[in-house]
Nanobody, 123 residues
Framework: QLQLVESGGGLIHPGGSLRLSCEAS????????IAWFRQVPGKEREGVSS????????FYSDSVKGRFTISRDNAANTAYLEMNSLKPEDTAVYFC????????????????WGQGTQVAVAS
């Protein structure tokens, strides 16, 4: 089965940048579309960005478009989320997800999920 492990989260000042990584194992990542989601306690999970199997299509939520960039390196079995100009409202647990049904921002499309990595944007 596919296993996903996120890394790269942490505490960052507003306006700063972080790069999240999603390392896959068990099955080659190129079989799957990849998405990043985030969740704050008490709020619904939000789709942040997604990318198709070979990177031909990408999607971004309105709240992050222009600031975040999703990418993948299938040879390295890793996907990334580059986050720039971070705002306090970006604070959340960020999850990497993989699936083979579609490449949108709907959580039901993704079967496999990582454990999450905390991003905290604060002074």
């Amino acid at each position: 089965q596919l296993q996903l492990v996120e890394s790269g989260g942490g505490l960052i000042h507003p306006g700063g940048s972080l790069r999240l990584s999603c390392e896959a194992s068990g099955i080659a990542l190129y079989y799957f579309n990849i998405a990043w989601f985030r969740q704050v306690p008490g709020k619904e999970r939000e789709g942040v960005s997604s990318i198709s199997t070979i990177g031909g299509h990408t999607f971004y939520s309105d709240s992050v478009k222009g600031r975040f960039t999703i990418s993948r390196d299938n040879a390295a079995n890793t996907a990334y989320l580059e986050m720039n100009s971070l705002k306090p409202e970006d604070t959340a647990v960020y999850f990497c997800a993989a699936g083979d049904q579609g490449d949108g921002l709907e959580s039901y499309l993704y079967k496999y999920w990582g454990q999450g990595t905390q991003v905290a944007v604060a002074s």
